[in-house]
């Protein structure tokens, strides 16, 4: 079993930057990716960003591009999510999810464990 804890979420003003956090603990015994998704009420979660298990391939939502830089310190068991120029869309609770692959995925229903979510909120 695996635990995922996120932090960093917060309010915001719309133009600000916040960097979400998320611990992975646990039976980690294999190489895995990460990925971050994020959802508002009443709409799917939908994909953010994705890293691979040596961090030199990473994947974004076109909505994020430019704006987002997912990372990740193996030592730590640790993935971080950089927002920067975030808009009053990206507004949501975040989720970070893992996965037991060495490769990065866009979709759901790859992931193994999800985090409890973080909220963000940008004011406009």
């Known amino acids: 079993q695996v635990q995922l804890v996120e932090s960093g979420g917060g309010l915001v003003q719309a133009g600000g930057s916040l960097r979400l956090s998320c611990a992975a603990s646990?039976?980690?015994?294999?190489?895995?990716?990460m990925g971050w998704f994020r959802q508002v009420p009443g709409m799917a979660r939908e994909f953010v960003a994705s890293?691979?298990?040596?961090?030199?391939?990473?994947y974004y939502a076109d909505s994020v591009k430019d704006r987002f830089t997912v990372s990740r310190d193996n030592a730590k068991n640790k993935v971080y999510l950089q927002m920067n120029s975030l808009k009053f869309e990206d507004t949501a609770v975040y989720y970070c999810?893992?996965?037991?692959?060495?490769?990065?995925?866009?979709?759901?229903?790859?992931?193994?464990?999800w985090g409890q979510g973080t909220q963000v909120t940008v004011s406009s």
């Open positions: 646990g039976r980690i015994f294999s190489s895995y990716s």
């Open positions: 999810a893992f996965r037991w692959a060495r490769g990065a995925a866009p979709f759901v229903l790859e992931y193994d464990y």
């Open positions: 890293i691979n298990w040596s961090g030199d391939n990473t």
